[in-house]
């Protein structure tokens, strides 16, 4: 059995369908808070989080030229003194589907390399790098759920589930 073939194949399906929640979003959901967040912001999260969680480790972090400080919190910061960061320059479609294909190629480049039982580089998730790869998936995969659910519900549009990515 081939693990990182398995991981970066499911990594792939998730960012599908984070791609097709983004593509297939009404133009008037784009900016518009819904339970707290707008639809744009949902989708950033956890676009920066897949990108944050495939780095060797915090202190060597190469993120992605797009990103913004802050904008990666749905809620105020998880530190001291706890505020809210701004976001109010929303990210385009064509941005966040940028950031989709740069992270696919990111899984690509990265994931052949990752020794899976190394220390996970990330002080706050004290597993090692498979488990981080299995969490990290999970994640992107719940802020999908959200996406498609807000589509379904508040669009009547659905997206397709993606059972393997192609690398």
């Known amino acids: 059995m081939d693990i990182v073939k398995t991981v970066t194949s499911q990594f792939h399906a998730a960012l599908s369908m984070m791609q097709q929640t983004v593509q297939t979003c009404p133009d008037e959901m784009w900016d518009e808070p819904v339970v707290g967040n707008p639809f744009w912001r949902v989708a950033y999260h956890g676009l920066f989080f897949v990108n944050l969680y495939l780095q060797p480790s915090e202190e060597d972090m190469e993120l992605w030229e797009g990103c913004r400080e802050g904008y990666q919190f749905l809620g105020p910061t998880p530190w001291p003194p706890h505020?809210?960061?701004?976001?109010?320059?929303?990210?385009?479609?064509?941005?966040?589907?940028?950031?989709?294909?740069?992270?696919?190629?990111?899984?690509?480049?990265?994931?052949?390399?990752?020794?899976?039982?190394?220390?996970?580089?990330?002080?706050?998730?004290?597993?090692?790098?498979?488990?981080?790869?299995?969490?990290?998936i999970r994640h992107l995969q719940q802020h999908v759920g959200d996406l498609s659910t807000l589509l379904l519900t508040q669009a009547n549009l659905e997206i397709d589930w993606v059972g393997m990515g192609q690398g």
């Not at 994931?111 to 790869?133: A, I, N, R, T, Y």
Request: aromatic content about 12%; glycine content about 2%; cysteine-free.
């Open 83 to 136: 505020e809210q960061p701004a976001a109010d320059q929303p990210y385009t479609r064509a941005e966040l589907l940028s950031f989709i294909d740069f992270l696919h190629a990111e899984v690509d480049r990265i994931l052949p390399d990752v020794d899976l039982s190394d220390p996970s580089g990330f002080h706050w998730l004290p597993f090692d790098k498979m488990e981080l790869q299995i969490y990290n």
